[in-house]
């Protein structure tokens, strides 16, 4: 005689009870939207008292899908929607019609360079093999969509590795780049759920030259880091040039509002290779401190 095997599961699974919903007899009763399962009910679900479900559901479901695909660590990539490849702006130069419009393609020509850049290093951190336990470190990751965006994916396609998109909803229709990887490409609808996606799992951080978007998504990590939040990853300023005419960095030092310490928690960078180099660098130095119980 043999012990008895206990089933996995007594209650059916919820697949099989929303079909099973499917095929009820039509009377009034079934037919009000009272009888609907909660989580076949989209106009329940859409109510304004279920944000808080809502939220926790944008949250677990990027989760799960990270988790199923063994990514334990990603490489994020942030940056302007409107950098071009090089030849699509110079394009743009070509079409400007006037001083002003000529003055800002030139500059997109110089930022454009950047596009490959970005290219380049999601080629080579996306060649990082697993770790024994199956598990991928350093994966692109980015916000899904054009200019550099769909560079940092871009690079991760041309050695045939697979790459994160975080998209949004946005009131104009934006879709995600065709180099995300379909299984991968993951879209919110609360910009919060999305930045915090995009720190879970970065130990490393690329900036390239941006906007709005870029600004609040690097200040928000910069201010965690600041205020002990999250542990310090490498955050690479990409085009030194292009942020110190922006951002007046030396100048919130001489105010008083930042700490000469805080400028620290980024480095300038100009290329790929330079921009790995201080991340392996970082986590060598990290690995010796951890040896030492510092």
Not at 21 to 37: D, G
Not at 163 to 171: A, D, F, Q, T
Not at 215 to 231: M, S
Request: net charge negative; glycine share 6%.
């Amino acid at each position: 005689m043999t012990d008895p095997r206990a089933p996995n599961r007594v209650f059916p699974p919820a697949s099989q009870d929303a079909a099973s919903a499917k095929t009820v007899i039509s009377t009034p009763q079934t037919q009000h939207p009272a009888y609907k399962l909660a989580f076949q009910d989209m106009d329940f679900l859409l109510r304004d008292d279920l944000r808080p479900v809502r939220f926790q559901l944008e949250l677990l479901k990027a989760q799960l899908l990270l988790d199923e695909a063994k990514i334990a660590s990603t490489f994020v990539f942030y940056g302007s929607a409107r950098i071009p490849e090089p030849d699509k702006a110079h394009a743009l130069l070509e079409m400007a019609s006037d001083d002003k419009s000529r003055k800002i393609a030139e500059r997109l020509v110089a930022k454009s360079k950047y596009y490959e850049i970005a290219r380049e290093l999601a080629r080579i951190t996306s060649r990082l093999p697993r770790d024994e336990a199956g598990q991928r470190h350093f994966v692109v990751c980015s916000g899904g969509g054009p200019s550099i965006m769909e560079a940092a994916n871009r690079g991760a396609a041309d050695v045939g590795a697979e790459s994160v998109g975080l998209n949004i909803v946005l009131p104009h229709e934006q879709a995600p780049n065709p180099y995300v990887t379909p299984s991968l490409s993951l879209q919110f609808h609360y910009f919060a759920l999305r930045k915090m996606h995009f720190l879970l799992h970065a130990r490393a951080l690329a900036a390239f030259p941006g906007g709005f978007g870029t600004f609040d998504e690097l200040f928000e990590l910069l201010t965690l880091i600041q205020t002990g939040k999250i542990k310090p990853i490498p955050i690479l300023l990409f085009g030194r040039e292009f942020w110190e005419r922006v951002v007046n960095f030396e100048a919130l030092v001489e105010e008083g509002v930042v700490s000469e310490r805080d400028l620290a928690l980024f480095h300038y960078v100009e290329t790929a290779e330079e921009a790995w180099d201080f991340v392996r660098l970082f986590y060598e130095e990290q690995a010796k401190k951890d040896a030492a119980g510092e």
